[in-house]
């Protein structure tokens, strides 16, 4: 059966978001973890002198860096569900479609969880012990783009040819 064409879209999409999102945890683990030299010497040429600040800040508070390395953990975690799943989606294998069922609820109750419980207990007492700016806070765009995806996979991948489609591939 040929693949429909809102499931290539889903699919291509999710590698591409998932592969970046996987790698770029990966680094992100990877740099919380040693914060090398070579990285904060990168920054300080490169970034704005409040990033640095910021930056430098998170790194040396023990709270800001544990979380940071379990919430940049988790979400690599979702990232990598995230790629895997588009590929077995493209593949129309029906974990595929369990597995970007199982990113889409995970995504959406993640941005729930950062805005609604992370932003008033992890996030905002670590910008007033440090007195950061509160133009740090993360936009409504950044959030409502970050739901939009899942949304629309978990809208198309429920819509009943789709799901008869893994149904049927499930039964053979």
Do not use: C
């Amino acid at each position: 059966m040929q693949r429909p064409r809102s499931i290539t879209v889903i699919g291509v999409i999710g590698v591409l978001w998932g592969l970046l999102g996987t790698i770029g945890g990966f680094g992100g683990l990877l740099i919380l973890l040693t914060a090398p030299d070579w990285f904060m010497e990168l920054m300080r040429r490169e970034a704005s002198e409040e990033f640095v600040r910021v930056l430098t800040l998170a790194i040396s508070d023990s709270d800001a860096r544990r979380w940071g390395v379990l919430l940049t953990a988790l979400q690599t975690g979702v990232n990598a569900l995230l790629l895997f799943g588009s590929i077995a989606l493209l593949r129309l294998q029906p974990k595929g479609w369990w597995m970007m069922m199982g990113y889409t609820v995970l995504a959406l109750l993640w941005a729930g969880v950062d805005r609604v419980i992370l932003e008033p207990t992890v996030y905002k007492p670590f910008r007033e012990r440090h007195q950061i700016d509160d133009r740090t806070v993360r936009s409504v765009p950044r959030f409502t783009l970050g739901t939009l995806y899942p949304a629309l996979a978990a809208y198309f991948l429920t819509r009943p040819k789709i799901m008869a489609l893994y149904r049927q591939e499930e039964e053979e």
